[in-house]
């Protein structure tokens, strides 16, 4: 049985951190802003499968891996983040199928959107430095790892998308804000810019 004491503490501490403008809030946010919340859940299915195989990794000592391969790291964090400055670059001067236009209808693939997801996450190094130095020690030695990590997981997963859906619904609600005077232009060069940005904290981060 897992320790509610210790869950008790792990709850607010996640909230908080996950709660934080981070990478994949700020992702979340671009494309609620560009393609509205319900498509952006496919980059949050990738986002949470990312950060779940990132925690599962923290806690089985994988980490260590990655640590001791760190040119393998750097090659993902720096293709993760050309593939969304690329995309953001698009978006800036409203090209690309994640650009704003109300007269068309968005046909960016799930595919495309789950990975980019799954790459932001995974190549997060943040989201490292937190499993690794967070999770761990509310794993008990003393009891079976599996069922605590289970719980543990779980948290992280509603937490997180809790977090999303706020960001991509707050991006959706500042699109409805500017489309009123006509400023599609201004949107995706907003998106873009974030987008940009994100793509440039993922390569440097």
Not at 14 to 39: D, K, N, Y
Not at 64 to 82: C, R
Not at 193 to 200: A, D, E, N, P, Q
Request: hydrophobic fraction near 55%; aromatic fraction near 10%.
């Amino acid at each position: 049985m897992f320790d509610l004491a210790i869950l008790g503490v792990f709850i607010p501490t996640f909230f908080f951190v996950s709660i934080t403008p981070g990478m994949c809030m700020t992702l979340a946010m671009t494309l609620g802003m560009s393609i509205g919340v319900r498509r952006t859940m496919w980059m949050m299915i990738g986002e949470l499968i990312g950060v779940a195989l990132v925690a599962i990794a923290a806690v089985l000592g994988v980490a260590s891996v990655m640590l001791n391969y760190p040119d393998i790291f750097e090659i993902l964090k720096w293709l993760g983040g050309a593939y969304l400055a690329y995309i953001g670059i698009n978006m800036w001067l409203s090209k690309g199928k994640m650009a704003i236009d109300e007269n068309q209808q968005h046909d960016v693939s799930r595919q495309s959107l789950f990975t980019q997801g799954l790459v932001t996450a995974i190549a997060n190094p943040k989201g490292w430095a937190f499993m690794i130095s967070l999770l761990p020690p509310f794993i008990n030695v003393e009891r079976e790892v599996a069922p605590q990590l289970i719980v543990l997981l779980s948290v992280i997963m509603i937490t997180e998308f809790t977090s999303m859906m706020a960001y991509a619904t707050g991006g959706k609600s500042l699109r409805l804000f500017l489309s009123r005077g006509d400023n599609i232009k201004w949107m995706n060069r907003i998106a873009g810019s974030l987008m940009v940005g994100v793509g440039i904290w993922l390569a440097l981060g």
